[in-house]
Each structure stands twice: as structure tokens, then as C-alpha cells.
């Protein structure tokens, strides 16, 4: 028996997938608590970019059409976007100009 899809959870799916390249790859988990609704986007490793952003500012759009149509149906919506397994790889600090402290630090 297929799971009923909510109108948030159609929307940000409509949504997602009409940015990403990898449409087949989005996945949503729809969780209610006392706190109200959280949705949970998956979506493929390649298009995390597409998803947050400059600075993350298609991720704050994206929050807040869902938390827009969640007030439509009385309902406090959040979304939580998972990072891929492995995630964010660990950048290394550059050396100074001058050479000292070649030490390697991570972040």
C-alpha cells in the first residue's frame, strides 16, 4: 500500500526536482511530533550544490515556500536537508606566506 503524500511533502518534491539533475534520486521522509512537521530531503551527492546554493541561499528559499505552505495548512513545517554519507570533506589550512608553521591543521 503506496503512503499517502501530503501537500508540503508534493510540493517540496515538485520543487526539488525541478532544480536537480538527478530527479530520480530525491527522496523525502515526512515526520509529525509536537514541534510540528519535519520534512527530510535526500537527494543525490552531485546535486547538494544546486540544492544549497550561493551561501546557501536556495536552501533559505526553499525553507521558507515549505514553512509558506505549511501556514496554509496550520502546520509549523521544517526542513532538514541530509548530508550525503562521507560528508563534507576536511579542508587544510594553507601555509603562511613567509613559511612558518607548515604544520597541517584541519578544520
Known sequence: MAEKKTSDQEFLE????ALVDNPEDVKIDRK????????????NPEDMGQIIGKAGAT???????????GLKAHARVNLKIEEP??????REKRAPAGGEGLEELKL
Open 85 to 90: 554519507a562521507g560528508g563534507r570533506p576536511t
Open 59 to 69: 536552501a533559505r528559499a526553499i525553507r521558507n515556500l515549505v514553512r509558506i505552505v
Open 14 to 17: 515538485y520543487l526539488i526536482k
Open 32 to 43: 509529525v511530533d509536537e514541534m510540528g512537521v519535519l520534512l527530510s530531503l535526500k537527494v
